[in-house]
């Protein structure tokens, strides 16, 4: 079966009873048109538009309560939506129901300088909590390149282009404010750097795609900002050796705060959308941070492992004003790509490989893409194993996409007998569930759901997600031309 053209949707059978309870306790804020469901229907993966049958606009951590309350009592699907960047159809409304939208929830609680943490609502975006800190000398370095809330990186474990220095939203997250399933707020721990007390709640929540619970406000903690940071540009003859000279610096632990990788196909694609003339060759972006002397020593040490492996033209990009055009065309290279065969969709997808295998991986996955009938790039935060194959497939030819899916699957599999994994990053949605139990076995699978049912019993938090779960017989689709999702029919893909 075909991940993206053949799953069916199930949509279930919503009382005309829950729309009037919410209409009625968010007035202005609760809206059944079409625009907005679409607008809310729809992510940047190639899954056609599924829109939910209504949407809440939340303001407060009270607000996302009373409407898991009235969701609960009625057995409606209710999935968070941040901003709406998710790339593995994260929060489509397959089985229908109501999407509360986040991003008004968009207040910096506190921030607590002395401590290195700072607490948001889940609707704050990365950029403007760092625009926040401008004059605190601290800033949060995960950065999944879309411009996330907090709230969507906790759910779906972000990382990004820093990680390999910094860590991932995992090791970052202090505690959280989540809404239960049935509308109970849960704060998950303190403040505290660390505790043993008890399970820890948190983990649990970050990574768990709104699934489990609506996470409502975060904490997470700031560093200070460098005293010197300098980014440089090397150019390969081929991917093969601008990963193994990654591996190396990697294996030297020299502290980079970021390095990129991108492929031929990837630095043309860049050039065109953002204006550059960079060489159209393999290529790795690297950023250093900390004193001027200790970046010089780190630079000089990179410069001379990527020169024992072919590496050309290293170039430095010292003013600001440089460096940010550089990341700003690595962060648009998903767009990049898509510029490059107008009309196209884009079927993306990660793994991620221990550093050792992903010379081996990138390898493998590269004479597998060169057989394809349609463009693809590599890119990768290869500094932590993790790199990105992005597809680009003709939306009328369900050859590509079966092809690509076929890619996708060699892919993941690859991934896995390396001790990898199927997502360094894009969370599982819709796209990764088939992999689970390869990953963690059936007994791993067991628990998950385990925790899906005890969490939330009658499945309506983002349900059809991570791991599958059974519709309770009582909510499912009425018969045709009966009450229930607006008369929606079910979606084919």
């Not at 660390?194 to 560093?223: H, N, P, Q």
């Not at 900002?225 to 990654?246: G, K, Y």
């Amino acid at each position: 079966m075909n991940a993206i053209r053949d799953l069916q949707a199930v949509p279930r059978a919503i009382p005309p009873a829950c729309f009037d309870a919410l209409r009625e306790r968010f007035g202005e804020r609760f809206s059944q048109s079409a625009a907005v469901r679409e607008h809310h229907g729809r992510d940047e993966s190639a899954y056609p538009t599924m829109p939910p049958d209504a949407v809440v606009f939340a303001e407060s951590t009270d607000d996302v309560a009373a409407a898991a309350a009235i969701c609960h009592a009625h057995g409606t699907p209710l999935i968070a939506y941040g901003a709406g960047s998710s790339v593995e159809g994260n929060f489509l409304a397959i089985e229908g129901g109501v999407v509360i939208d986040l991003s008004r929830m968009n207040a910096v609680v506190a921030v607590h300088p002395e401590d290195l943490t700072v607490t948001v609502q889940a609707g704050v975006t990365r950029k403007q909590l760092n625009d926040h800190l401008r004059d605190t000398g601290l800033f949060f370095p995960i950065d999944p390149g879309a411009d996330a809330s907090l709230g969507g990186m906790c759910a779906t474990r972000a990382s990004g282009t820093n990680a390999v220095r910094y860590g991932t939203m995992r090791e970052n997250v202090v505690n959280l404010t989540v809404v239960t399933a049935s509308g109970q707020v849960l704060r998950t721990a303190r403040r505290a750097r660390k505790s043993s007390a008890g399970y820890d709640l948190t983990r649990l929540f970050v990574g768990s795609e709104g699934t489990l619970g609506i996470i409502t406000e975060v904490t997470v903690k700031l560093y200070p900002l460098p005293e010197a940071v300098s980014a440089a540009i090397c150019h390969f003859p081929t991917v093969d050796d601008a990963v193994r000279a990654v591996i190396e610096i990697i294996q030297m632990g020299i502290p980079v705060a970021r390095v990129e990788l991108m492929d031929t196909t990837t630095v043309r694609a860049v050039n065109r959308y953002s204006k550059l003339t960079l060489r159209e060759s393999p290529l790795l972006l690297f950023e250093f941070h900390g004193s001027e002397a200790g970046v010089q020593e780190q630079a000089q040490v990179v410069r001379d492992i990527t020169d024992s492996h072919q590496g050309e033209d290293f170039e430095w990009a010292t003013q600001p004003e440089d460096r940010t055009r550089l990341w700003s065309a690595r962060h648009n290279v998903y767009f990049a790509g898509i510029n490059l065969r107008p009309g196209c969709r884009a079927n993306t997808t990660d793994v991620c490989v221990p550093i050792s295998r992903l010379a081996e991986c990138i390898a493998q996955t590269n004479l597998d893409l060169a057989k394809a009938g349609f463009p693809a790039l590599v890119v990768g935060h290869v500094g932590d194993g993790n790199f990105h194959v992005q597809m680009l497939l003709d939306p009328d030819d369900p050859a590509e996409y079966d092809e690509a899916e076929a890619i996708n699957h060699r892919l993941v599999e690859r991934a896995l007998a390396m001790d990898g994994t199927c997502t360094g990053e894009h969370g599982v949605g819709l796209h990764k569930m088939p992999f689970l139990a390869l990953e963690h076995g059936d007994v791993g699978v067991e628990i998950m759901r385990s925790l899906k049912h005890a969490l939330d019993p009658r499945n309506i938090l983002n349900p059809g997600k991570v791991v599958s779960a059974p519709i309770p017989a009582a909510m499912r689709q009425a018969p045709r031309g009966g009450q229930g999702n607006l008369g929606r029919p079910g979606v084919s893909l």
